[in-house]
C-alpha cells in the first residue's frame, strides 16, 4: 500500500443506496482505504437540495454536506498527502473554488467521466441543432438569446475558455474513462492535460454484467423490458439551467399505445423497468397496469426476451447479454439534445427508431435481429474495450491509487 490512506468522492448528487454501492465503497475498505463521501449540492444546486428525494435513502457515516463554499475550503485545508479525491465534478465557474482549493494543498486527484463518451454525448457543450430543422434552429436560437445574461455569457462561453493553470488550478492526477481519447477533448470541461494519466477502464455496467452472468436465470422470450428514464420527472431538471419539458400525460400515453400494440399483434408482455431515481409510486398508474420494478433492471434484462429503450445507459445490459433492442422516440424528444443520443445509439446498433407517435408498422422478425459485431463495436466503444482489466471497477482504481 502507498502513501494513500483515505479516499474522497466529491459530488453534487444527493448520496443514496445505489451509490454507496456504484462507487464501490466496500471495495474500497477492504483495500485498507479511509472513504468519505462530500456533497456539495446545498450551494452548488440549493434547489435540487431541497426538492429532490431519492427512493433509495442510505446512512453512511463518511457522509457529508457543505452548504457553503467557505466551509469546503476550510474542510480541505484539513487534509493531507495522505488523502485522494476522486471528483465527480466538472469544471466551470461554479466549481472553480473547489478545484483551486484542491490545488492550493497540492492535494492528488482524478476525475472520474466514465459515460461521457456514450453515444451522442459530449464531455463539452455541443451543438445538436445542426440535426434539426431550420424552423427549430431558429427558435431555439431566438430563446437562447431572451435569455441570456452577461453572468451566463461569461459561465458558458468565456470561463472555459481560460486555460485553467492561469487561474492557479493544476490539472488531474488521473483520468478515470472507459473511452480512449485524446486529451484535448477535455479541454474547458475538467482540468486536465498532458500530464493527466488516463486510466482507461470499464463503464460501472459491467461490474453488474460480470456478477449477474455468472448466476443461473431462464430467458423468457414473450416479455420485452422498457428501459424507462422518468423523463418528465427527472430530478436533472434541477441541475440544468434550461431543462427539458416532457409533458407526463402525453409521454406515457404514446409509450402505452405502443405497448399495447406490441402486445396485442407479437403476445408479448412488457414489464417497466423503472429509473433508479423515481418515484411512481408517488404518481398514478401511467403504465395502465403494467409491472412496475425499480432496482433490478440487470436482472429485468438479462431474462427478457427483448428490450426496448430510447437513450438509457441501462442499454448496455442489453448488448452485453445480446438482447434485441427496439429503439423508440417521440415527436417531443425528437425535438431536444435527446435526439442526438438516441440517434447515435440507433447507428451504432444498426437499427431504426421508431417514433411511437407516427403510423408503424413493426417487422418483427427484424427487429428481433441481433447484428452481433454492431454489438461487439458498441461493447468495445462504450462499455469494455479489449485492452481493460477483468475487474471490479472500483478494485481497478484502488489497485492504481495504492501505487501512489
Known amino acids: 500500500m502507498g502513501s494513500i490512506k483515505k479516499i474522497i468522492f466529491f459530488s453534487h448528487m444527493l448520496f443514496c443506496k445505489r451509490d454507496y454501492e456504484r462507487f464501490g465503497i466496500k471495495t474500497l475498505q477492504d483495500n485498507g482505504f479511509e472513504v468519505e463521501y462530500w456533497d456539495f449540492a446545498p450551494f452548488l444546486y440549493p434547489r435540487a437540495f431541497q426538492e429532490v428525494r431519492v427512493p433509495d435513502p442510505f446512512q453512511f457515516y463518511g457522509c457529508r454536506y457543505f452548504s457553503n463554499l467557505n466551509e469546503l475550503k476550510e ?33 492528488k486527484f482524478c476525475v472520474c467521466v466514465v459515460g461521457s463518451s456514450y453515444p451522442g454525448v459530449s464531455i463539452g457543450p455541443i451543438e445538436t441543432e445542426r440535426r434539426f430543422k431550420p424552423a427549430m434552429i431558429l427558435s431555439n436560437t431566438l430563446n437562447k438569446l431572451l435569455k441570456l445574461n452577461m453572468r451566463r455569457v461569461f ?42 494519466e488516463l486510466l482507461n477502464i470499464h463503464c460501472f455496467d459491467y461490474d453488474s454484467f460480470l456478477v449477474e452472468s455468472k448466476k443461473p436465470f431462464q430467458v423468457d422470450n414473450k416479455v420485452g423490458v422498457f428501459l424507462d428514464e422518468y423523463l418528465p420527472f427527472h430530478p436533472d431538471k434541477f441541475y440544468e439551467d434550461n431543462p427539458i419539458a416532457i409533458k407526463p400525460v402525453d409521454y406515457y400515453a404514446s409509450l ?3 405497448f399495447n400494440y406490441l402486445e396485442k399483434n407479437s403476445g408479448v408482455k412488457i414489464i417497466i423497468a423503472a429509473h433508479p431515481r423515481s418515484h411512481y409510486e408517488k404518481h398514478q398508474d401511467y403504465f395502465e397496469g403494467r409491472k412496475v420494478i425499480r432496482g433490478q433492471t440487470i436482472k429485468l434484462v438479462r431474462e427478457s426476451g427483448f428490450v426496448l429503450a ?27 439534445i435527446y435526439f442526438n443520443c438516441i440517434s447515435c445509439i440507433a447507428n451504432t446498433l444498426g437499427k431504426q427508431i421508431i417514433n411511437i407517435n407516427r403510423p408503424f408498422m413493426i417487422d418483427w422478425e427484424k427487429e428481433r435481429m441481433v447484428d452481433k459485431d454492431k454489438y461487439a463495436n458498441f461493447k468495445q466503444l462504450y462499455i469494455k474495450n479489449s485492452g481493460t482489466e477483468e475487474l471490479p471497477f472500483w478494485q481497478v482504481v484502488a489497485n492504481r491509487i495504492s501505487k501512489y
Open 75 to 107: 474542510a480541505i485545508s484539513g487534509l493531507d498527502k495522505t488523502s485522494f479525491i476522486i471528483s465527480f465534478i466538472s469544471y466551470g465557474l461554479d466549481s472553480y473554488g473547489i478545484f483551486k482549493a484542491i490545488s492550493q494543498k497540492k492535494l
Open 155 to 196: 459561465r458558458c462561453h468565456l470561463f472555459p475558455r481560460i486555460p485553467f493553470r492561469f487561474l492557479g488550478v493544476r490539472s488531474a492526477d488521473l483520468i478515470l474513462d472507459g473511452a480512449v481519447v485524446d486529451q484535448k477533448a477535455y479541454s474547458g470541461f475538467y482540468p486536465v492535460d498532458k500530464n493527466s
Open 256 to 258: 402505452c399505445r405502443f
Open 310 to 336: 430510447t437513450q438509457s445507459t441501462s442499454i448496455n445490459y442489453a448488448v452485453l447479454f445480446q438482447k434485441p433492442i427496439l429503439i423508440i422516440s417521440t415527436d417531443a424528444i425528437n425535438q431536444t
